[in-house]
């Protein structure tokens, strides 16, 4: 099945550095969201975006919604130890009933304190 | 509120034995969905419903089925285990007051031997 193309797949960083990462598209998403999965959960939403262009933050963390539709960005700031987990990035075509996703294959988050 | 609830956490099944995995949740939501997640592989979806007694395929069906008597409750039947189906599964509900964001359940670890 499709899968949206997710970067970078791993990332071991130091406490306090910024994190990034993405997700792109060959198609148009009217949705995008982002999860967190620590090991032995389900994931857990982070941010969802609606529009194109948004730019929307929660606490440390901020996403925006790519003017083309066909991405999404995540940014962590002054990461820190409860940061590790898996990140992952969803989207989704429809509105109303219609709302499966499209999954990112993640990207897993390493922190050294 | 308790969310998304899954049971069992843990279950080994010998090849050939059926299983229902359970899930329920206390939010009014419409729509529900099943996932197995597997190494390197990301969510894939088994099958969703759109509301009580509306269910349709994903992306990966074969071997389960389901079924929507109530909005609460979305049980995945696993017709005759096979080792293929050793996985973590995970049940995810969603409804309007929520936006387009998934509520996940805790998952179900199986292993067919």
């Known amino acids: 099945g499709q899968q949206l193309n997710q970067s970078p797949q791993s990332m071991f960083i130091q406490e306090g550095e910024d994190v990034s990462m993405n997700c792109t598209s060959s198609s148009i998403f009217n949705t995008w969201l982002w999860y967190k999965q620590d090991p032995g959960e389900g994931p857990v939403l982070l941010i969802a975006l609606y529009k194109a262009g948004e730019l929307t933050s929660n606490g440390r963390l901020t996403a925006q919604f790519g003017i083309t539709r066909k991405d999404s960005f995540l940014n962590i700031s002054a990461s820190i130890p409860s940061d590790v987990g898996i990140y992952f990035c969803?989207?989704?075509?429809?509105?109303?009933?219609?709302?499966?996703?499209?999954w990112g294959l993640g990207t897993s988050l390493a922190v050294n304190p | 509120n308790a969310g998304v609830t899954q049971t069992p956490k843990f279950q080994v099944l010998k090849t050939g034995q059926s299983m229902t995995l359970q899930c329920a949740q206390d939010m009014n939501h419409e729509y529900m969905s099943w996932y197995r997640q597997d190494p390197g592989m990301g969510l894939r979806l088994i099958h969703y419903s759109v509301g009580a007694g509306i269910t349709d395929q994903g992306e990966v069906p074969n071997g389960y089925n389901v079924s929507r008597s109530t909005t609460e409750d979305f049980p995945l039947r696993l017709l005759s285990a096979a080792p293929s189906q050793t996985s973590v599964y995970f049940c995810?509900?969603?409804?309007?007051?929520?936006?387009?964001?998934?509520?996940f359940g805790s998952g179900t670890r199986l292993t067919v031997v």
């Open positions: 995810a509900s969603s409804g309007g007051g929520s936006g387009y964001g998934y509520t």
């Open positions: 969803a989207g989704q075509r429809n509105a109303g009933n219609n709302r499966k996703l499209i």
